[in-house]
């Protein structure tokens, strides 16, 4: 069984930082590609960045140079460190993954930036 579970979320003034986690069980983690996305009220979900088995990374232009995404393999985790937040960035922010057409969700957790 897939489990994948966030933390990490909270509330941060603007300029602020934020270090998400997701702990991913029942895959092979090492060689799995992993997403962040997010979702704000009102808004479509919307891809922030991946990260490949290899380490290859890809960012969303609205957040590049502000994220960073990484990944733990012996922990079987994958981060977002959010730098420079701005209150666009409020948002719940999923981990995702996928074996072939079947895609994993965590539950989400909340990102609220105070302007």
């Known amino acids: 069984q897939v489990q994948l579970v966030e933390s990490g979320g909270g509330l941060v003034q603007a300029g602020g930082s934020l270090r998400l986690s997701c702990v991913a069980s029942?895959?092979?983690?090492?060689?799995?590609?992993m997403d962040w996305y997010r979702q704000a009220p009102g808004k479509q979900r919307e891809l922030v960045a991946t990260?490949?088995?290899?380490?290859?990374?890809y960012y969303a232009d609205s957040v590049k140079g502000r994220f960073t995404i990484s990944r733990d393999n012996a922990k079987n985790t994958v981060f977002l460190q959010m730098n420079s937040l701005k209150p666009e960035d409020t948002a719940v922010y999923y981990c995702?993954?996928?074996?072939?057409?079947?895609?994993?969700w965590g539950q989400g957790t909340q990102v609220t930036v105070s302007s």
């Open positions: 995702h993954t996928a074996i072939g057409p079947v895609a994993y």
């Open positions: 990260i490949n088995s290899a380490g290859s990374t």
């Open positions: 029942g895959i092979f983690f090492g060689i799995m590609a």
